[in-house]
């Protein structure tokens, strides 16, 4: 857990960059669990994957494992893990929910993604540059990344532009303007997924595995990936219910909210202001006498 000197900091880091490397927030034993998780999962769809990309109806390049949320508990456990869900929950708010997920691997080739990209480009209906993080994305690694094993790569406060903005040409790692992350085993890398960004090729000899967990407000729409098949285990967490997408009777889902951020609702900040200018702005009452 983070003082709150260090989570301001993290904040603020975030803001200005657009993404933030958290070097150690997997616990050790649960690291264990999760490498061991993730092997066990891989092995058991690699062969159906396999085919798949050999016959062109998956792609090559990298393998998904499918609904990653019931492989394994480890997987849950991830979604509102301790050192990194408070933080999650603040840039996003209190409305939280998981948008999808992914565990990857990315074989040795050329990068998947494209060139340095905003995820949220064609979406309608926001602010891009003003709208922050509405879209946070968490790159989990259970195993240590060297400098050619496909790490992520940004180009700090680019998360400001408007959607749409030209895309930089000819721009690759070794620029001033882009940051490379190389995360080691434990590591987690969040991002405004609007924050122009990539994965590097992959020319080290080895897979790179990562597990990926996007977050939005629970008004959003979420993928089937972001949901666990059985939702009646949760029913007394309120927590997960909502990240999972559980309505509350009588909730409406703009009202939906964990009650983490102990920040006054705006909407009460502006009650109260415009009470106080409705009371400058009208005559005193003079007490005339009866
Ligand atoms: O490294 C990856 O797996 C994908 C990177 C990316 O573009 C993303 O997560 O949006």
């Not at 869900?85 to 603040?90: I, V």
């Not at 050329?110 to 209906?125: K, R």
Request: proline share 7%; net charge neutral; aromatic share 10%.
């Amino acid at each position: 857990m983070f003082s709150a000197a260090r989570v301001a900091e993290v904040r603020l880091q975030f803001e200005t960059q657009g993404f933030v490397h958290l070097k150690s927030v997997i616990p050790p034993d649960m690291l264990n669990r999760a490498k061991t998780a993730f092997d066990v999962a891989s092995d058991r769809h690699f062969e159906e994957w396999r085919r798949g990309a050999q016959a062109g109806t998956d792609e090559s390049r990298f393998f998904d494992i499918p609904d990653i949320l019931d492989q394994d508990d480890v997987f849950i456990d991830l979604v509102d893990l301790p050192t990194t869900f408070p933080l999650l929950a603040h840039l996003v708010g209190d409305d939280i929910q998981l948008n999808h997920t992914s565990a990857r691997l990315f074989y040795p080739g050329p990068t998947f993604t494209s060139p340095f990209h905003s995820d949220l480009d064609n979406v309608l209906g926001f602010s891009h540059a003003h709208t922050l993080n509405f879209l946070v994305k968490v790159h989990y690694f259970v195993e240590d990344l060297s400098a050619e094993r496909g790490c992520l790569a940004f180009i700090p406060g680019s998360h400001r532009y408007p959607g749409n903005y030209p895309k930089p040409k000819h721009l690759d790692e070794t620029s001033p303007a882009v940051v490379k992350i190389v995360p080691r085993a434990g590591d987690a890398v969040i991002f405004n997924t609007h924050v122009m960004h990539m994965a590097l090729d992959n020319k080290s000899e080895t897979v790179r595995k990562s597990i990926i967990y996007a977050y939005s407000h629970y008004w959003m729409k979420h993928y089937s990936s972001a949901v666990p098949s059985n939702l009646e285990r949760f029913s007394n967490n309120k927590q997960r219910k909502q990240l999972f997408g559980v309505d509350e009777p009588g909730v409406p889902h703009f009202d939906r909210r964990l009650g983490l951020n102990k920040e006054r609702p705006t909407f009460s900040t502006l009650l109260s202001a415009s009470k106080r200018l409705i009371k400058r702005a009208l005559p005193k009452r003079s007490h005339v006498p009866q």
